[in-house]
T-cell receptor, first 112, second 114 residues
Framework: DADVTQTPRNRITKTGKRIMLECSQTKGHDRMYWYRQDPGLGLRLIYYSFDVKDINKGEISDGYSVSRQAQAKFSLSLESAIPNQTALYFC???????????FGPGTRLTVT | AQSVTQLGSHVSVSEGALVLLRCNYSSSVPPYLFWYVQYPNQGLQLLLKYTSAATLVKGINGFEAEFKKSETSFHLTKPSAHMSDAAEYFCAVSEGGPGNQFYFGTGTSLTVIP
């Protein structure tokens, strides 16, 4: 089984709808991250979490919110989706500072 | 502030030829540097990482990278390209800190021509 899983893998939604992307990990890592990937822009950090009680904004947090329900679960919400949030979203985890990050398979989100 | 520049958004090489993907970084402190590969419809997979132990770092699938502080570079190379190397490659930098934030380059798409 994969160490970092994301659901759903693909989602099409309409403008104005609320949507939640979920991430689960079995690696036992404290640090979790949400990124979005756009062609030509690489990966940009949306939010990250040190642990259940610590949530931090990343580079592009506007229009997004997150919830860390447990050490293993980190959810990303779009309160009112808009078309320019169409992107590939990745969840990642890391064990400690300066260690590599481990990525999930991604969620492809399309907002029409 | 950290930043990563990957020169060349698209690189094409012939099968068997040298692969060279460029990465330059800016960092106010000694960085940790990473190369990731992304195959179509998949997540990112770590190729190799520089953590200040040795300047020449060997990774998976025959890739290696050399950290050059004077040039602020961490270029990725492979002596002989295989068809299976066709993918998107990302360079990333981390200065540490409790959150272990990464800063990614914009990526280089590698095409291998048979």
């Amino acid at each position: 089984d994969a160490d970092v899983t994301q659901t759903p893998r693909n989602r099409i939604t309409k403008t104005g709808k609320r949507i939640m992307l979920e991430c689960s990990q079995t690696k036992g890592h404290d640090r979790m991250y949400w990124y979005r990937q756009d062609p030509g822009l690489g990966l940009r950090l949306i939010y990250y979490s040190f642990d259940v009680k610590d949530i931090n904004k990343g580079e592009i947090s506007d229009g997004y919110s997150v919830s860390r329900q447990a050490q293993a679960k980190f959810s990303l919400s779009l309160e009112s989706a808009i078309p320019n949030q169409t992107a590939l979203y990745f969840c990642a985890t890391s064990e400690r500072t300066l260690s590599e990050q481990y990525f999930g398979p991604g969620t492809r989100l399309t907002v029409t | 502030a950290q930043s990563v520049t990957q020169l060349g958004s698209h690189v094409s090489v012939s099968e068997g030829a040298l692969v060279l993907l460029r990465c330059n970084y800016s960092s106010s402190v000694p960085p940790y540097l990473f190369w990731y590969v992304q195959y179509p419809n998949q997540g990112l997979q770590l190729l190799l990482k520089y953590t200040s132990a040795a300047t020449l770092v060997k990774g998976i699938n025959g890739f290696e990278a050399e950290f050059k502080k004077s040039e602020t570079s961490f270029h990725l190379t492979k002596p002989s390209a295989h068809m299976s190397d066709a993918a998107e490659y990302f360079c990333a930098v981390s200065e540490g800190g409790p959150g272990n934030q990464f800063y990614f380059g914009t990526g280089t798409s590698l095409t291998v021509i048979p």
